[in-house]
């Protein structure tokens, strides 16, 4: 295989999934990773009845993946979102190589290293407020984290507003505001904020005021007093679902009106994912708050909350030990990375090539539609989009992304039932790839009518 092809190529499935070299690693991971992750698959096998053994990734570019055994695949995961620019894409690997070559790591927020305040500076001005102030991590969570707060430090109030479906990490903090599922939060629930109300998120039919109505309401339900309302501006692994035109505007008023903060996490959305910088400002939404992640690192872990001067205030004005860091926050690496990425970002125009391929999908999906009943709905903004499939058989969902496994492409499940075939490909992926999946998913739903 040419490595200079690599990226561009459309798969090539030459052994078993996983084969050999792949079981062999399945086997060592059984015996060394948590339950919590290896068990999972196995009831995943049992239920959908087929193998859902994982393939192992050694080498990516671009759109492509290459496993242990040397299957070439597509990725239109994006490894969760993150390789937006494409995996492994030059720039960004030249930039954390001479990164790494002068400077690994340095000493957080006590004395920073110069790649760190560039990355501050540069993000501080790709915020929508004037004179923004940027708190940095090194996952979408610890954006959130930062976020939540941040909130609870300005308004003096402990209670969130955050939306049934809601995915927003699942460390203390952000998983106490987790709605994607409750079994998420049961075991730990009594570690957890008790000051959080969820609120529907409204599917794009909702009307608007009964969307409204809906997060009025949970106000009601935390006598504490509500500091902040978080939203995903487009529910991600909650369903790929696209709130009606006008609720994250008016979501912005909601919470003005009422003396609290609107967070958007924009870790799943931000950055270009759905044609635009940022989806709540294209929503028309006024956040205080705003949390990217993923995408930023193009691959290595960086995140960012990023907020209005005067709210970032509250932090104070610690002389002594700093209230929020991390030993890697702001890390030389990561920031590096996130530097090329944001350059990759715009000098390839992403944007509008986001919206160009997604446009071009969404055509092409929609005609397949036509012919497969089980389709329920396709949803989604840019290179953000939901296959929604018959929920209704038993794990179908699950089958469905199989097969497409089989075929070479790889895709994720979202939605608590896992009947939505998620797709977040790097947003450079070409058309020949996406007619590539189009023609995989025909003959997979062909198979499994
Ligand atoms: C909208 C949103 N917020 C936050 C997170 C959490 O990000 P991480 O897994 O990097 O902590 C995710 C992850 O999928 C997400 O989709």
């Known amino acids: 295989m040419s490595r200079s092809a690599l990226g561009e190529l459309l798969p090539e499935v030459v052994a078993p999934l996983p084969g050999a070299r792949g079981t062999v690693l399945l086997d060592q991971l059984a ?46 995961s994006a ?46 001005k790709l915020a929508p407020f004037p004179e923004a102030r940027v708190m940095l991590g090194l996952s979408g969570g610890d954006a959130v984290e930062a976020a939540l ?32 599922q409750s079994a998420f939060r049961a075991p730990f629930a009594a570690q957890l904020n008790p000051h959080v109300a969820f609120a529907k998120y409204p599917g794009a039919d909702t009307p608007l005021s009964a969307a409204l109505a809906r997060v009025d309401e949970a106000f009601a339900r935390v006598p504490a007093g509500v500091g902040a309302v978080i939203v995903e501006p487009l529910l991600g692994r909650g369903g790929v679902l696209v709130p009606p035109a006008g609720f994250l505007m008016a ?32 929503s028309g ?41 991390g030993t890697f926050f702001g890390h030389p690496l990561a920031s590096a990375a996130a530097l090329a990425t944001l350059e990759v970002l715009e000098r390839e125009q992403l944007g509008a090539r986001a919206t160009e391929t997604g446009n ?63 797709l977040t490909p790097p947003l450079t992926i070409t058309k020949a790839q996406l007619d590539g999946f189009v023609a995989a998913l025909d003959a997979t739903l062909g198979e499994l009518a």
């Open 79 to 124: 490894g969760f979102g993150a390789a937006a620019v494409g995996h492994g894409h030059p720039r960004v690997v030249a930039a954390v190589q001479a990164q790494a070559e002068k400077l690994l790591h340095a000493l957080g927020d006590l004395h920073p290293s110069d790649v760190k305040v560039q990355l501050l500076t540069r993000l501080a």
């Open 251 to 282: 979501l912005g008023e909601l919470c003005r009106a009422r003396g609290v903060l609107l967070i958007a996490d924009e870790v799943m959305t931000g950055l270009y994912r759905t044609g635009a910088l940022f989806r709540s400002v294209a």
């Open 285 to 325: 939404a006024d956040a205080d708050l705003i949390c990217l992640g993923k995408a930023l690192g193009g691959g290595m872990p960086v995140s960012a909350c990023l907020g209005r001067a005067e709210i970032m205030r509250a932090w104070g004005d610690p002389d002594h030990e700093a209230l929020h860091t």
């Open 149 to 180: 707060k941040t909130a609870a430090l300005y308004t003096g109030k402990p209670g969130v507003i955050a939306f049934e479906g809601g995915y927003h990490g699942l460390a203390h903090g952000p998983l106490a505001i987790c709605g994607y």
């Open 360 to 422: 071009y999908l969404h055509a092409q999906l929609d005609t397949l539609r036509a012919r497969h009943a089980c389709i329920r709905e396709l949803r989604g903004v840019g290179l953000l989009l939901g296959i929604a499939l018959d929920h209704t058989r038993p794990a179908f969902g699950l089958a469905v992304m199989r097969g497409l496994l089989e075929r070479g492409y790889i895709v994720v499940p979202a939605g608590a039932d896992a009947s939505v075939v998620s």
């Open 31 to 76: 015996d060394a990773e948590c339950p919590a992750l290896t068990v999972r698959r196995a009831r995943r096998s049992e239920r959908s009845g087929a193998a859902q053994d994982p393939i192992v990734w050694c080498e990516a570019r671009g759109s492509n993946v290459v496993d242990a055994d040397g299957n070439r695949f597509v990725d239109l």
